[in-house]
């Protein structure tokens, strides 16, 4: 049985090696709800990430960002489910997304991995994909450029700005999603909440 608490769980590389990468906003934004709400991530063995238990919203939350690198990412994130006794109805994972523009958000129950490897362990390792996402957009890279290369580079300076702006809303978001559900968070957030700098046009 669960409490009604929630999981949200932001999914990355170590940051001492990709830190400020395309890869890393889903953990980055982890880091803005824990500021946000005054908690300290801090290692739980047992569950393979970093975790902090706050209220957000007025909702009950574990914060968690896994310790592994992004393409294992679903042994933690189902450790922590269970540690916490949350189950996947009530996970929301927040990731990067390479079809959703930089300076988009986008919001789904369910659906297929879309080509991201972490997305693909998470499923296989809840053995579902009836969690909620938070899809954080990255863009596609230019011209012929591996994605995977592109994932793994780090923000310009200008993009930086953008990305800020945009962990700011997605925040916002996670709490009305708590609070008031997929259809309302949808509503109010899907689409463009911030663009590019002159710089990088």
């Known amino acids: 049985m669960t409490d009604g608490r929630w999981l949200v769980a932001g999914l990355g590389n170590p940051p001492a090696e990709y830190?400020?990468?395309r890869h890393n906003v889903g953990a980055e934004l982890i880091e803005v709800l824990a500021?946000?709400?005054?908690?300290?991530?801090?290692r739980n063995r047992?569950?393979?990430c970093r975790t902090a238990e706050l209220r957000l919203g007025?909702?009950?939350?574990?914060?968690?960002?896994?310790?592994?690198f992004m393409n294992v990412s679903g042994g933690p994130v189902q450790r922590a489910a269970g540690w916490y006794r949350i189950p996947a109805a009530r996970i929301i994972v927040c990731h990067d997304d390479l079809d959703v523009p930089l300076g988009e958000l986008r919001f789904k129950r369910g659906g297929g991995p879309g080509g991201h490897n972490g997305l693909r362990d998470l499923d296989r390792a809840l053995g579902t994909t009836d969690y909620l996402r938070v899809r954080v957009g990255v863009g596609r890279?230019?011209?012929?450029?591996?994605?995977?290369?592109?994932?793994?580079?780090p923000f310009s300076a200008g993009e930086r700005g953008v990305v800020a702006?945009?962990?700011?809303?997605?925040a916002e978001a996670v709490s009305t999603l708590l609070t008031e559900g997929l259809e309302a968070t949808q509503n109010r957030y899907h689409g463009r909440t911030a663009t590019s700098s002159e710089e990088d046009r």
């Open 19 to 21: 830190a400020g990468t």
């Open 35 to 42: 500021a946000d709400g005054r908690a300290t991530l801090s």
């Open 46 to 48: 047992r569950a393979g």
């Open 58 to 68: 007025g909702a009950s939350v574990v914060l968690a960002v896994p310790e592994s």
């Open 141 to 153: 890279p230019p011209g012929n450029s591996p994605a995977a290369d592109h994932v793994l580079r």
């Open 165 to 170: 702006t945009v962990l700011t809303t997605a």
